[in-house]
């Protein structure tokens, strides 16, 4: 049977973070802690909006050039989870987030985790490859009918009351 580790951890977790303030406040003072706590706060999201653009740009090439953006999937959710961590008041949270914002860690992670996860990138965004998938056009023409406008008529074709008997241009 498997120690479920990772809730104990969130239960405990805001005792540590308590604890944590206790000890940083006693030795640095009150206003210094929270300017800290802020600070924290205030590099997140900078960094998080830094990194999370230099993320998505290159998934972008990635994908363009018929690569496996999996670990820059997986760099951006370490960034996305980083920023979270330091937005949330807290040195403990504030840590580990710094530390997954540097690239070696997130690297270390990624190696970690590559065995766990998989990514399937075949019409990822809603765009397959050319010609592949279920985004293929078959004469780029797409005609949307309402089922009034269009039924069989007495030979099988449209109505003869049916807008939509024939396409110009065929």
Do not use: C
């Amino acid at each position: 049977m498997r120690f479920p580790v990772i809730p104990l951890f969130l239960l405990a977790l805001p005792f540590l973070e308590i604890a944590g303030f206790v000890v940083v406040g006693q030795q640095i003072g009150l206003f210094y802690t929270l300017a800290l706590v802020v600070a924290a706060g205030v590099l997140g999201a900078v960094l998080l909006r830094v990194q999370g653009f230099g993320v998505m740009t290159r998934v972008r090439r990635e994908l363009d050039a018929g690569g496996d953006p999996s670990r820059e999937l997986a760099h951006g959710a370490m960034i996305l989870l980083a920023g979270v961590l330091l937005l949330i008041p807290g040195f403990i949270t504030d840590i580990v987030g710094l530390l997954l914002f540097l690239p070696p860690v997130r690297d270390a992670a990624w190696r970690f985790l590559r065995s766990r996860v998989s990514v399937s990138t075949r019409g990822f965004g809603g765009f397959a490859a050319s010609g592949t998938g279920p985004s293929r056009r078959r004469d780029g023409k797409t005609i949307d009918l309402d089922a009034d406008e269009y039924s069989s008529g007495p030979n099988g074709g449209p109505r003869e009351d049916s807008p939509w008997r024939r396409i110009d241009g065929d």
